[in-house]
């Protein structure tokens, strides 16, 4: 199994959807996870950070399951703006070393 | 407040030379990890350096080596290189060294392609 599994996507969805992904990860001792943005060609950026249950921020919500070891984003109210990668990321248990999975690629259409 | 920083931007080279990338961290951080990515997946660890010091260490070969400054600038070096080097090379700053209450910041990238 891999450390940290996202399913590649893409997903397409029309502006105004809600849509949400899932990341897998195996390491059943970490305690915080992240989500990045990574637009095409650009530099990943800090979209959440997930220390417990879960986070909310505007549209964004992240939430953690630790019994099942996932994480998942939901996007409501998708913007065109919104299409990117996004990067599920796993410290290790010192907090150096940051473990990414592949990416899900979103497409927001008009 | 100025952000991470990566020369050069792109790079071509050809297989068995060496490489040197540079990363200049943001204002405030003292530490400095390099990511590589390649096409259509996720970065992955190389190294971090804090204090001058490597701090951490991913599956990479030993030909891929580092540097730290005092001012906390940073440098990847890849000795001998091979086609499969080709990547993305991300600078992360932060400051500390663990990143639960320290995002990375990550620079533009150097694009390397090795022929």
């Known amino acids: 199994r891999k450390e940290v599994e996202q399913d590649p996507g893409p997903f397409n969805v029309p502006e105004g959807a809600t849509v949400a992904f899932n990341c897998t990860y195996s390491?059943?001792?970490?305690?915080?996870f992240f989500w990045y943005r990574q637009d095409c060609r650009k530099e990943p950026k800090l979209l959440m950070s997930v220390y417990s249950s879960g986070n909310e921020d505007g549209r964004f919500t992240a939430q953690l399951n630790r019994a099942s070891q996932y994480i998942s984003l939901l996007i409501r109210d998708s913007k065109l703006s919104d299409s990117a990668t996004y990067l599920c990321?796993?410290?290790?248990?010192?907090?150096?070393?940051?473990?990414f999975g592949g990416g899900t690629r979103l497409m927001v259409k008009p | 407040e100025t952000g991470v920083t990566q020369s050069p931007t792109h790079l071509i080279k050809t297989r068995g030379q060496q490489v040197t990338l540079r990363c200049s961290s943001q204002s405030g951080h003292n530490t400095v990890s390099w990511y590589q990515q390649a096409l259509g997946q996720g970065p992955q660890f190389i190294f971090q350096?804090?204090?001058?010091?490597?701090?951490g260490r991913g599956n990479f070969p030993p030909r891929f080596s580092g540097l730290q400054f005092p001012n906390y600038s940073s440098e990847l070096n890849v000795n001998a290189l091979e086609l499969d080097d080709s990547a993305l090379y991300l600078c992360?700053?932060?400051?500390?060294?663990?990143?639960?209450?320290?995002?990375?910041?990550f620079g533009n990238g150097t694009r390397l392609t090795v022929t």
């Open positions: 992360a700053s932060s400051l500390a060294p663990g990143s639960y209450n320290s995002p990375l910041h």
């Open positions: 350096y804090y204090r001058e010091e490597e701090n």
């Open positions: 990321v796993v410290p290790n248990n010192a907090g150096n070393m940051l473990t």
């Open positions: 390491n059943s001792a970490s305690q915080s």
